[in-house]
């Protein structure tokens, strides 16, 4: 036991086998096969051990090649996107550039995709801008009018063709350049510089422009936008058109003189060329008719043109005070004006008066030319009448219809026969405002040849020789104490109080006419069933 406890704890020396038993050799020999069968046992797993790491390393190599190739590859596509993106910047992008990129299925396909897609929209619109900006271009240069952009700081941003050409220059001569650098016409940039500097937004404004020498007239629009950070500029060349509208102007203008404006707005017609034959309009209206006495006796000493000068030297020294007093001229008749008042009847008196006024001024200059002076007789009345285009279409002619107008027209002629520079009618006195501002005198109840009704007539005496109205004053209550036992069919009475007013003022003409009148009734008409009216037969 000892020897085989020996033998199991070293190995056996051959050269003293002798020195063993068989059994303990058999022992040992059957140990030595368990261990060698050991060895053999984890010899195997050694090698399976070492196929197993050489077959991952081989893998682990094969991944890592394939992996760097993956890498190299995917170095190279970022490449290619960020040389597109440069591209871009450069502009000489290609298309399809990034087509192999896109293949991927990872975010850098993702990628090169969405780069080359909204590269692709990007240029698609950028030729569209650029088609739209010719076009825009063509259309700006074919327009007739200036066209231009300018920064808020003064500086050319562009121009089309007609501006630059406006300037005998280039469009690009403009690009850039400060305003004021445009030296022949100055007053173009200063309207320019004067809107930028200005809080407003936009303006449109008539300026004049040197061309060639030459005054144009430009109608100027002008918008700031950008959150004015910049302007644009229209300018269109009117000079032709305002020409026409001052031509035109000048035609209404001259119209005008023939059919008044004031006329026009009463029938509702903006312009002459609106009016049409049959327009009226009814209305009440103050009808103011003048007249120069004698007039045809003081024309037979004069010759034809000296007719018309005369004519046109007296109308126009008293027309404009119908138009500064409210009314308008509806006609002349020969020496005659017949002027209507729209408004107050106290505008159709003042006017006469300031006319009767002018008539003494224009006499001192007759007077001192060796001209006899004149005198004249006013007429007025107010009511209601047809204001309208008479005539025929090749012939029109604005005029008023109404026994209103025939009246007035009476009222006049009757100045030569009481004496008096202006007559009224009842309907003129009854709407008077404010009748105590004038010096008024009752003068008659009477009809006139072509109407029936009675109408009551007043003397205006403000227009009279300061001497004469002094005189008519001072007698008026004798005068009216006459007319009221005129009226009542007491001939003596009256004519008594008629002489007292003629005492005192031999020129009353009225006092001088009634006097006579009486003498005629006395013969004609029974006091008991006078009624105090007297009747005109003749115009």
Known sequence: ???????????????????????????????????????????????????????????????????????????????????????VQNNTFEPGCLDQVETRDDPLGILAKVFQDMVSNLKSREQQLADAKGQLEAVLNAVPGMICWVSNDGFYIGVNQSLAQTFNLSHHDFVGKKLNFLQSSPEFSKFIQNFINSDQT????????????????????????????????????????????????????????????????????????????????????????????????????MTPQE????????????????????????????????????????????????????????????????????????????????????????????????DSVNLASRLESLTKIYGSSILISDSVFDKLDNPENYKIRFIDRATVKGRKGAINLYEILNSEPEKVMDLKLKTQTDFEQALHFYSKGKWAESQNYLRKVLNINQEDGAA????????????????????GVWHFTQK
């Open 307 to 402: 007719i018309f000068n005369f004519i046109n030297s007296y109308l126009g020294g008293v027309s404009p005070i119908i138009r500064n007093h409210g009314g308008f001229i509806m006609k002349y008749i020969g020496d005659s004006i017949m002027a209507a008042f729209p408004n107050r009847v106290n505008d159709a008196i003042n006017a006469a008066i300031s006319y009767i006024d002018r008539v003494k001024e224009y006499n001192k200059g007759r007077r001192k030319a060796g001209y006899i002076p004149i005198k004249i007789g006013i007429g007025i009345h107010i009511g209601h009448m047809m204001l309208g285009i008479v005539g025929e279409s090749q012939r029109l002619q604005a005029d008023a219809l109404s």
């Open 512 to 531: 001088l006419l009634y006097l006579n009148r009486i003498e005629t009734l006395k013969t004609l008409v029974d006091p008991k069933t006078w009624d």
């Open 1 to 87: 036991m000892i020897l085989i406890n020996q033998m199991n704890a070293k190995k056996i020396n051959p050269k003293n086998f002798n020195d063993y038993s068989k059994q303990e050799l058999a022992n040992y020999i059957e140990k030595l096969e368990q261990e060698l069968e050991e060895v053999n046992e984890k010899n195997e797993e050694l090698d399976l051990l070492l196929e197993t790491i050489t077959d991952f390393a081989t893998s682990l190599e094969n991944e890592i090649y394939t992996r760097n190739k993956e890498m190299s590859i995917y170095i190279e596509q970022v490449k290619l996107v960020t040389k597109a993106a440069v591209a």
């Open 202 to 301: 936009s303006i449109s404004q008539e300026i004049l422009i040197y061309k060639n020498e030459q005054k144009h007239y430009y109608l100027m629009v002008a918008n700031k936008y950008n959150k004015n950070q910049a302007v644009v500029f229209v300018g269109i060349d009117i000079t032709e058109r305002r020409k026409a509208q001052q031509d035109l102007e000048q035609e209404r203008n001259a119209f005008a003189r023939f059919v008044p404006s004031e006329y026009l707005e009463f029938l509702g017609r903006e312009n002459i060329v609106n009016i049409q034959l049959g327009d009226h309009i009814s209305r009440e209206v103050s009808i103011l008719f003048s007249d120069i006495r004698s007039f045809t006796s003081l024309s037979e000493t």
